[in-house]
């Protein structure tokens, strides 16, 4: 008999596997799909948005120059590329919405209540990282590398180079703008706490310009624009920690005290 529960047991685990991956399939499928639906409409403008891509470069260009291409298929990949990018950047609140519709139903109620306004914050940050990027960082870094250079040689830009330049940099203060969200998770599930954090708040400020030395390039005017909103991003992190997650104590205590039966 036992034998036979073992096997029954066995039987429903597998089954319940099976269906995980079954839905995790459908899911990335979801995910993958529309991604492509967005590169499909977005690559018929993949030129005008290199354009506006460019338009903080260009704009300081010199008089008579322009940007370059140095191999055959730039002109073509370097749209392609951009395309792609921006696709999976729009489709990157579905493609969150698909993980949650996947982990959602193993949650409690309180991490609910918590895990809905992080995504929808860790998307506005991650946008905001790019727009910050775009219109401030980028017209001051570009005005000072373009303004500093040898009288006689010309700034011409290859445009795979700069896209890959400008990308790097997206990626990079994305990320460095989810430190709000990260400080307050590490803080929200015990693993410190608020005091401890603000007493390593010296520590916290050197690495952040040794994460921004790391992925800018080596001068010390897009290290610092990026190290100092690091700096920032991490206060405000212990300014939401000190109000959400006491505010959330008392709940998360209730919820976790289920009754014996």
Not at 59 to 79: Q, R
């Amino acid at each position: 008999m036992n034998k036979t529960n073992n096997t029954m047991d066995d039987q429903e685990q597998e089954q319940t596997l099976v269906s995980h991956l079954v839905e995790l399939r459908q899911r990335l499928m979801w995910a993958l799909g529309i991604i492509l639906l967005i590169f499909l409409c977005l690559f018929y403008f993949a030129n005008d948005l290199y354009e506006y891509l460019s338009a903080p470069l260009t704009a300081l260009l010199p008089p008579g120059t322009s940007m370059i291409a140095t191999d055959v298929t730039s002109p073509f990949f370097a749209p392609f590329k951009l395309t792609l990018v921006l696709a999976l950047f729009l489709a990157m609140p579905f493609i969150l919405h698909q993980m949650w519709a996947f982990i959602a139903p193993g949650l409690y109620q309180h991490e609910k209540r918590l895990a809905v306004p992080v995504l929808a914050s860790s998307i506005f940050l991650f946008y905001a990282g790019i727009a910050f990027a775009y219109y401030v960082v980028f017209p001051i870094l570009f005005g000072f590398f373009t303004s500093v250079g040898p009288e006689n040689v010309a700034v011409m830009t290859d445009i795979s180079s700069y896209l890959n330049f400008v990308l790097k940099l997206f990626f990079a203060f994305g990320i460095v703008f989810e430190i709000p969200i990260a400080t307050l998770l590490l803080i929200w599930t015990g693993a410190t706490t608020v005091k401890d954090l603000s007493g390593k708040r010296a520590y916290v400020i050197v690495c952040c310009f040794v994460v921004g030395m790391l992925l800018t390039p080596p001068d010390i005017i897009s290290q610092s624009l990026l190290a100092l909103p690091m700096w920032l991003l991490f206060e405000l992190g212990l300014i939401l920690a000190r109000v959400f997650v006491k505010s959330n104590d008392e709940e998360i205590d209730e919820e976790s005290v289920k009754p014996q039966i």
